[in-house]
């Protein structure tokens, strides 16, 4: 049976949650009707900067034509490809730099550099490389959720305890032994999270 106090508790609880949403909503709310505002009264480029009601249009005009499921397909397709791409080449290349400390190293200025480049600068280059057509898309969300996918699991693998560590190497363990019962193991938030933001990164890039 559940105390006064525990049940005061689930009730603040309840009550914050339900503030959280309703405020979440209408920050949500406030910012659709402004930007619709904004845009209705030229304070912003509506070429540039479209609105809420412009593109509720384009959607419908998009069902009525029979090609919003299809444009909607081609992007899961899209992204699907590069995120799958992107988190197994992560994860190869983050195992690969952890076991060869001297390669990681010579490559990490290089990574870091990557990381910061704009992509989405690169993407004439890329349609010039791959042409206009799926490829380019898939290769523009590699190349943004590649980078950030590799440094998150490395720094995970990095962060593992070195009790740990120096326990496997005790008992003599190879380092694929540790690699797998250990590392990767200890490693799973951080993969989680890597799964996330790739994800996120890898909509921008499509």
């Known amino acids: 049976m559940k105390s006064t106090n525990h049940k005061s508790y689930l009730k603040k609880l309840k009550h914050e949650n339900h503030l959280v949403l309703i405020c979440q909503i209408l920050i949500l709310i406030i910012f659709l009707i402004s930007w619709e ?117 490395y720094n995970g693998f990095n962060n593992i305890d070195p009790d740990l560590l120096k326990l496997f190497k005790t008992f003599n363990a190879k380092k694929t032994t540790t690699l797998i019962k250990l590392i990767i193991p200890a490693s799973y938030k951080t993969i989680i999270s890597s799964l996330k933001l790739n994800i996120s990164q890898t909509l921008i890039g499509t």
Do not use: C, Q
């Not at 384009?58 to 490809?81: C, G, R, V």
């Not at 799958?84 to 190293?105: M, P």
């Open 37 to 153: 505002l904004l845009s209705k009264y030229n304070i912003i480029n509506p070429f540039i900067f479209s609105s809420p009601t412009k593109i509720l249009k384009t959607i419908k005009n998009l069902y009525l034509n029979y090609n919003l499921i299809t444009h909607i397909m081609t992007t899961l397709k899209e992204t699907f490809i590069a995120f799958i791409l992107g988190i197994t080449l992560s994860f190869i290349f983050a195992t690969i730099l952890y076991e060869f400390k001297i390669l990681n190293r010579i490559v990490d200025p290089y990574l870091t550099m990557l990381n910061s480049l704009p992509k989405v600068a690169l993407g004439p280059l890329i349609i010039i490389i791959a042409g206009a057509n799926t490829n380019s898309v898939i290769v523009m969300a590699l190349l943004i959720n590649l980078i950030v996918g590799i440094i998150n699991i």
